[in-house]
């Protein structure tokens, strides 16, 4: 996975996913949503088969970049506790 940076200020991010999916990109998106002082996280795919996926984060209070951070590190920490459940069975 790759992130390519396309705009940034103070409360905008717009960044591509290179290499990813919907699958990916909706947990991503739906992380970025409960960050608090996320206002509007979403994403497109323009072609589905050839088409990177282009983030766009706008918050209010809390830097965008910071807000990702946040986002990714709550993923992971949900994705290591699936994983530990998972070896439970």
């Given at each position: 996975m790759?992130i390519?940076?396309?705009?940034?200020?103070k409360?905008k991010?717009?960044f591509?996913?290179?290499?990813?999916?919907?699958t990916?990109c909706?947990?991503?998106?739906?992380?970025?949503?409960?960050?608090?002082?996320?206002?509007?996280a979403?994403?497109r795919i323009?072609?589905?088969?050839v088409?990177?996926p282009?983030f766009?984060?706008?918050?209010?209070?809390v830097?965008?970049?910071?807000?990702?951070?946040?986002?990714l590190k709550?993923?992971q920490?949900?994705?290591?506790e699936?994983?530990?459940?998972?070896?439970k069975l």
């Amino acid at each position: 996975m790759e992130i390519k940076i396309l705009e940034e200020s103070k409360t905008k991010l717009t960044f591509q996913l290179l290499g990813e999916t919907h699958t990916f990109c909706n947990a991503v998106k739906n992380e970025l949503l409960s960050v608090k002082g996320v206002e509007i996280a979403t994403y497109r795919i323009d072609h589905p088969l050839v088409g990177v996926p282009q983030f766009l984060i706008e918050t209010k209070g809390v830097e965008p970049r910071k807000a990702l951070k946040t986002a990714l590190k709550n993923l992971q920490k949900k994705a290591d506790e699936f994983k530990a459940a998972v070896k439970k069975l």
